[in-house]
């Protein structure tokens, strides 16, 4: 691993950065928050972050906060996302995504030499479908998962019409990486506060442009692979938060997961009138009432706290 830049500040948390190749020999960009000044570390949080956006900048409100809760937290730009390599915006594979993140996730794993640590993953929006498909390749590796509006289903009014999609779906074949893809405008009703919608226009690591074809196909597959397999598949303890204002994401999914999974430990916080951007693009008194809930749901999974994770320095 090739490292990039570390900040020490003096708010409670360290964050680092660097890169790392994956298997293909791309450059996948990573980041990481620590509980500074080596206190002890409650648990590890892997963030999977959603479609288009990035973890350096779009979650590092999540990523200061639970470091702060005395999290180590640890992100990474999927292909095409972010400052990692690829075409901008591009999924060519939901399951060489997958298996990015798992090789990185379980290789932070190894290289904490913490086995006592439990290991959670946190995903949002398209990330909490990546988090679920993560869970069903290893279930049991897993302590838990927070799922922050996930893409179990898209919803209808964010679906092109199915006319239009079997279009797409021929025409994908030849042509996977236009950028034709029709949609609403996705920042304009995930974000509430304006603030936020300015902020990830002017972020030039946010795609911003037309979802590509195969992307789209990618992403609609992977929504209904996640709805039709794994939902009743998930035996993991988990955290589902969703804004019952969503236009982006089904709450009345996250309702069904919570009804199906098998899972004995399982929680679904509903805010009556929130949007889809609950960590980031909610009014602030409603994204600090969104992580008491997840950071009281993490300290009641986590155990003792253990030493601090060595830095690759």
């Avoid at 990185?104 to 479908?129: D, H, I, K, W």
């Amino acid at each position: 691993m090739t490292k990039l830049s570390s900040s020490n500040v003096d708010d409670g948390y360290e964050y680092e950065e660097e890169y790392i190749n994956n298997a293909r020999g791309m450059n996948l960009f990573t980041c990481r928050w620590l509980p500074a000044n080596a206190r002890p570390i409650k648990a590890l949080v892997f963030m999977c972050h959603g479609y288009a956006v990035e973890c350096s900048v779009t979650m590092r409100g999540t990523g200061v906060r639970l470091a702060q809760a005395g999290y180590a937290v640890y992100g990474m730009d999927y292909e095409g996302h972010g400052k990692s390599d690829g075409l901008r915006g591009y999924v060519p594979s939901f399951d060489v995504l997958l298996g990015d993140c798992d090789a990185y996730f379980t290789a932070v794993v190894v290289a904490n030499q913490s086995p006592q640590l439990p290991r959670f993953l946190l995903g949002e929006s398209m990330g909490g479908a990546v988090a679920l498909l993560l869970h069903r390749a290893r279930p049991s590796y897993w302590a838990g998962a927070v799922l922050v509006a996930p893409m179990c289903k898209i919803t209808e009014e964010m679906k092109p019409h199915p006319a239009v999609i079997k279009v797409l779906e021929v025409v994908t074949r030849f042509i996977p990486t236009w950028k034709v893809v029709p949609t609403r405008n996705v920042i304009g009703a995930a974000y509430r506060t304006q603030a936020k919608r300015d902020e990830i226009r002017r972020n030039p690591y946010c795609y911003k442009g037309r979802p590509r074809l195969k992307t789209a196909h990618e992403l609609l597959r992977a929504s209904l692979r996640v709805e039709s397999e794994v939902l009743t598949q998930v035996t993991l303890p988990f955290l589902v938060v969703h804004g019952g204002g969503d236009r982006v994401t089904d709450p009345s999914v996250s309702q069904l997961l919570c009804r199906e999974a098998p899972s004995t430990d399982k929680t679904l916080k509903l805010y009556p009138g929130m949007w889809h951007a609950l960590t980031s693009g909610e009014l602030p008194e409603n994204i600090d009432k969104v992580f008491i809930d997840i950071i009281a749901w993490l300290d009641h999974r986590s155990g003792p706290p253990a030493t601090a994770p060595e830095r690759d320095d």
